[in-house]
């Protein structure tokens, strides 16, 4: 079963705003990595937030992690055209798996 | 570097036929994956290998058979397709000493007819 569900499904604004998508899961984590994916093509690696971590920061991209409600939001900012994509939140537990979310669908409009 | 390639990029099948899905990475990693998306849903584990000569299940295992040939490649075999397969397969590989990033290949469209 799915381990992280993102909120919302789906999320459309203009070019220069900001855009903000949240992740929840279910189990203790190890750390948890965001990942984009442009349409067609394979899943590139964001950022990553260590479960002893609260935010951390990468050029436009914030994330923040709470492990007491077990939640984590990332943060686009200045949004652009080249930011449409689908986000995905995944979770680590142990060494080797990784557990996705389903995903928020992210329009930039120009 | 090539990263992480996969072949073929589309394939469709009819039932009961098999094929398999290549996957190779030029990166010395250690790990390597086989992943399957369906819509609406993030990617789900079908097999890894944490080094070479292993491979694990993951979370939907039944129905493929995997070999990780060397340390470069990993195949994916669908022995018996079925309709409920139909999705897309991407490979992915992390070198062994980081529990950070997968690198991910451009995925394989299947459509089992």
């Known amino acids: 079963s799915q381990q992280g569900e993102e909120d919302p499904q789906a999320l459309s604004i203009q070019e220069g705003e900001n855009a903000t998508m949240n992740c929840s899961y279910k189990?203790?984590?190890?750390?948890l990595q965001w990942y984009r994916q442009n349409s067609g093509r394979g899943l590139v690696h964001l950022i990553l937030?260590?479960?002893?971590?609260r935010e951390k920061h990468s050029g436009r991209l914030r994330v923040t992690l709470d492990t007491s409600k077990k939640s984590s939001s990332l943060l686009i900012t200045a949004s652009r055209a080249a930011d449409t994509a689908s986000y995905f939140c995944?979770?680590?537990?142990?060494?080797?798996?990784?557990?996705f979310g389903t995903g928020t669908r992210l329009t930039i409009i120009p | 570097n090539a990263g992480v390639t996969q072949t073929p990029k589309f394939q469709v099948l009819k039932t009961g036929q098999s094929m398999t899905l290549q996957c190779a990475q030029d990166?010395?990693?250690?790990?390597m994956y086989w992943y399957r998306q369906d819509p609406g849903m993030g990617l789900r584990l079908i097999y890894y290998?944490?080094?070479?000569?292993?491979?694990d299940k993951g979370e939907v295992p039944n129905g493929y058979n995997v070999s990780r040939l060397n340390k470069r490649e990993f195949s994916l075999r669908l022995e018996s397709a079925a309709p409920s397969q139909t999705s897309v397969y991407f490979c992915?590989?992390?070198?062994?000493?980081?529990?950070?990033?997968?690198?991910f290949g451009p995925g394989t469209r299947l459509t089992v007819l």
């Open positions: 992915a590989s992390k070198p062994s000493w980081s529990t950070d990033t997968q690198y």
């Open positions: 189990t203790s984590i190890n750390n």
């Open positions: 937030i260590r479960s002893n971590e």
């Open positions: 995944a979770t680590l537990f142990g060494n080797e798996k990784l557990t």
């Open positions: 990166m010395n990693h250690n790990s």
């Open positions: 290998s944490a080094s070479e000569g292993t491979t």
